[in-house]
């Protein structure tokens, strides 16, 4: 089992900035790929970002250049550094994993951007 909790969303002005955490626990050995996904109301689950376990990343389109995925695998740690945002980044924002085959899922955190 693999526990993923996410934090650090909340409400912010358009062009403002937040940063997402992600702190994994229970069986990580041999988790590789850490992703941020996001689900805007009325709209499917969409990734966001992907990084690797050496440190490869992959963004959608929609966030190059605004957002960066990190992380610490000594700490076990994910984080999405998010610039200049918009109304349409709005959404719940999953971090998520796949260990043995099996996904995984952490609860979300709200991402709110006011006009």
């Not at 002005?13 to 850490?34: E, H, K, Y």
């Amino acid at each position: 089992q693999v526990q993923l909790v996410e934090s650090g969303g909340g409400l912010v002005q358009a062009g403002g900035s937040l940063r997402l955490s992600c702190a994994a626990s229970g069986s990580i050995f041999a988790i590789n790929t850490m992703d941020w996904y996001r689900q805007a109301p009325g709209k499917q689950r969409e990734l966001v970002a992907s990084i690797t376990r050496s440190g490869s990343t992959n963004y959608a389109d929609s966030v190059k250049g605004r957002f960066t995925i990190s992380r610490d695998n000594a700490k076990n740690m994910v984080y999405l550094q998010m610039i200049s945002l918009n109304p349409e980044d709005t959404g719940v924002y999953y971090c998520h994993t796949q260990r043995l085959g099996l996904g995984y899922w952490g609860q979300g955190t709200q991402v709110t951007v006011s006009s």
